[in-house]
T-cell receptor
Framework: DTEVTQTPKHLVMGMTNKKSLKCEQH?????MYWYKQKAKKPPELMFV???????INESVPSRFSPECPNSSLLNLHLHALQPEDSALYLC????????????FGSGTRLTVV | GESVGLHLPTLSVQEGDNSIINCAYS??????FIWYKQESGKGPQFIID?????DKRQGQRVTVLLNKTVKHLSLQIAATQPGDSAVYFC????????????????FGQGTILTVHP
């Protein structure tokens, strides 16, 4: 298995809702990442997990809460989002932090209404 | 701050032509560069990479050139096909241990490649 799987593919949520994005990989990678991508812009790093521990938080608002339950799973919990948080949320993994072999999922298209 | 950027936001070519996509970077400590292709509705897909100790690397129909003197990276696609139409991003991993960009994969602004049949 050489894929990063993200669910759901599309999500529409209200500003008072709580939802979660899920990411899964079975490549044995020990680094996992969340990126946010707005339309016609490059992906921007949000969080980095290394060996299931949060190693980088790029000053992301607390309404985004990451979680890494085990080496194969990465979640992004969402609460009280704003319409400007609408974007494509990409998950990626790599063998170790900062090494070659980054693999990206297809993303979750999030719309906040 | 450190950045990776592109000279041209769009590139239109005819099928069969060769395409060249350029990228300028500013972090002289970067030690690893990657080109990604992103199609509509999909995540970035790895194309080819190059380490800072190399000047050139070739893959199937693609070549990456690295000029560290002027901090320039290019992607050459031979015999471009309609299926190559996508957004192409260069990206770099910071190599300066202790620096704020160390180990981070940072993307450039992207170039939209359109291939006409």
């Amino acid at each position: 298995d050489t894929e990063v799987t993200q669910t759901p593919k599309h999500l529409v949520m209200g500003m008072t809702n709580k939802k979660s994005l899920k990411c899964e990989q079975h490549m044995g990678h020990r680094a996992m990442y969340w990126y946010k991508q707005k339309a016609k812009k490059p992906p921007e790093l949000m969080f980095v997990y290394s060996y299931e521990k949060l190693s980088i938080n790029e000053s992301v608002p607390s309404r985004f809460s990451p979680e890494c339950p085990n080496s194969s799973l990465l979640n992004l919990h969402l609460h009280a989002l704003q319409p400007e948080d609408s974007a494509l949320y990409l998950c990626a993994s790599s063998p170790r932090t900062g090494l070659y072999g980054y693999t990206f999922g297809s993303g979750t298209r999030l719309t906040v209404v | 701050g450190e950045s990776v950027g592109l000279h041209l936001p769009t590139l239109s070519v005819q099928e069969g032509d060769n395409s060249i996509i350029n990228c300028a970077y500013s972090n002289s400590a970067s030690d690893y560069f990657i080109w990604y292709k992103q199609e509509s509705g999909k995540g970035p897909q790895f194309i080819i990479d190059i380490r800072s100790n190399m000047d050139k690397r070739q893959g199937q129909r693609v070549t990456v050139l690295l000029n560290k003197t002027v901090k320039h990276l290019s992607l050459q696609i031979a015999a471009t096909q309609p299926g190559d139409s996508a957004v192409y991003f260069c990206a770099e991993i910071g190599g300066n241990a202790g620096g704020t960009s160390y180990g981070k994969l940072t993307f450039g602004q992207g170039t939209i490649l359109t291939v006409h049949p």
